[in-house]
């Protein structure tokens, strides 16, 4: 890509978050009550069936095919190659998050395994026990104070919230890589990323089947697992809500 | 014994009796978890077959978990309209269909295991924290929730990496529930023909 198009692509992609953020907002109690706010749901399902046929058919068997056939210990070299490229994403979002030590761990995890690590195909730096760093530019909205906002499920990419695919957008084109090189640096970003996702398909792939295909509804169960554990990454789940045990009528059961 | 001695020691006593009692329910609850990991395990190790399997994980989960308020959960407010025949084959065929979903993945915890890490007491029940290590994945958080609501000391919910699991039953419940137009006597049946 050009170098000089990418800050209008930023600035557009900006824009565009911005439109989406503001569309809706939950309304606090039902909230608190832990209610999903999903005013997108008819949008959402068609998604949703959309990505469900691209697994099926493409993603899926694609995914389990390469993780047959590609010894495991390649599988977690490539993933720790995608991993290690974003790492200097993720140090400018800990940076934005005021989080220095964050930015100090992804710093010395960028430097440590794209030398010692083999261009980033090993994971040296977690020998030498530098804690795993895990950020994007949702977190640091949320750290801004953005509320979560609607569920969305993005085509191709799953389920997300309108803050979080703002997050998405803004990660994609501000990652510091696609500026350093001209040309290759951000293609390789984005191969490494989709083999990377490839090997957690396969990986994982009887949790995600069950989930697909064998749920009764797989959209709502995709969105509750979605958002809990993304309200759990974030430290956004308060104390864990439990009602009562000793309040429920078990009688009979 | 001398007075002076028996009052220090009796007042000694009476100053770590409320943190002895509050250890001796957080040791219980940890040894809960424990042991149902120790049973998990064992039945793991012991190479029997997967039907066999998922009769002996029925067992674990009848002996360690609170069913009847899993169960109550999970059917949500639609048990309120439910009969008490309903409640019980309902109760039973749920049982049957979580043991062989959760069965079925406990493939992937072969040569994995579960560390308690802490206890913790919330109002009136305690949370366990754990973290499983599993064969190729990073660790994990996976956190119990115990009480002896029914006079016996039972895990009651479950949570891994914050997905609750008992809600997460109760939306797959209510859209099978959905799916055969809200009747209770189709979700027995489903749940039978899935366990």
């Known amino acids: 890509m050009p170098f000089l198009l990418r800050p209008l ?45 691209v697994d099926r058919l493409a993603f899926r068997p694609a995914s389990k095919g390469y993780v047959a056939v590609v010894p495991a210990p ?87 919230t309108s803050r979080d695919a703002v997050g998405v957008a803004v990660d994609f084109f501000t990652n510091p890589l696609g500026y350093a090189e001209q040309n290759t640096a951000d293609n390789i970003t984005i191969y490494a990323e989709i083999v990377r996702r490839m090997g957690d398909r396969g990986n994982y792939s009887d949790t995600i089947d069950s989930i697909l295909y064998e749920s009764a509804d797989s959209y709502a169960q995709s969105r509750l697992i979605y958002l809990q554990n993304r309200r759990f990454q974030l430290g956004d789940g308060k104390e864990i809500q439990e009602i009562d045990p000793f309040e429920l009528n078990t009688e009979g059961f | 014994m001398d007075r002076r001695k028996f009052l220090i020691g009796a007042g000694a006593m009476l100053a770590a009796a409320p943190q002895a009692l509050w250890a001796l329910t957080e040791n219980r609850a940890s040894t809960l978890i424990n042991s149902l990991v120790g049973d998990i395990n064992r039945v793991i190790d012991s190479g029997k077959g997967e039907t066999a399997m998922f009769r002996e994980f029925e067992r674990i989960f009848q002996r360690y978990s609170d069913t009847s308020y899993i169960a109550a959960y999970a059917l949500g407010v639609d048990g309120r309209r439910a009969s008490s025949s309903q409640k019980k084959a ?23 295991k579960l560390e ?31 009480s002896d609501r029914s006079g016996r000391d039972l895990f009651f919910n479950m949570f891994i990496e914050g997905v609750n699991l008992l809600l997460t039953e109760r939306t797959e419940i209510g859209a099978i529930l959905d799916s055969n137009k809200g009747d209770i006597d189709a979700l027995i049946a489903e749940l039978k023909r899935l366990s």
Not at chain 1, 15 to 20: F, S
Not at chain 2, 96 to 109: A, V
Not at chain 2, 119 to 136: D, P
Request: charged fraction near 20%; charge should be positive; proline fraction near 4%.
């Open chain 1, 74 to 160: 390649m599988v977690t070299s490539f993933s720790h190659f995608a991993e290690n490229l974003s790492m200097p994403g993720q140090m400018i979002n800990a940076l934005l998050q005021g989080n220095l030590k964050l930015a100090g761990n992804a710093f010395s995890r960028f430097v440590i395994n794209s030398t010692v690590g083999f261009a980033g195909l090993a994971d040296p730096a977690s020998e030498f026990n530098v804690p795993a760093v895990d950020t994007d530019f949702g977190q640091t909205l949320h750290t801004w104070g953005v509320g979560e906002g609607a569920y969305v499920e993005l085509p191709l990419l799953g389920p997300s």
């Open chain 2, 90 to 112: 309902f109760s039973k065929a749920f049982q049957g269909y979580i043991s062989r979903k959760y069965g079925k993945r406990f493939r992937e915890f072969i040569g994995g």
């Open chain 2, 116 to 146: 308690v890490k802490g206890v913790k007491k919330v109002k009136k029940w305690y949370e366990v924290s754990t973290i499983a290590y599993l064969k190729g994945q990073s660790p994990f958080e996976v956190t119990f929730l115990v």
């Open chain 1, 9 to 53: 692509k930023f600035v557009s992609a900006l824009i565009l978050a911005g439109a989406v953020a503001g569309c809706a907002t939950q309304d606090p109690v039902a909230r608190a009550s832990g209610e999903v706010f999903d005013p997108y749901e008819r949008t959402n399902r068609g998604i949703h069936a959309f990505n469900r046929g």
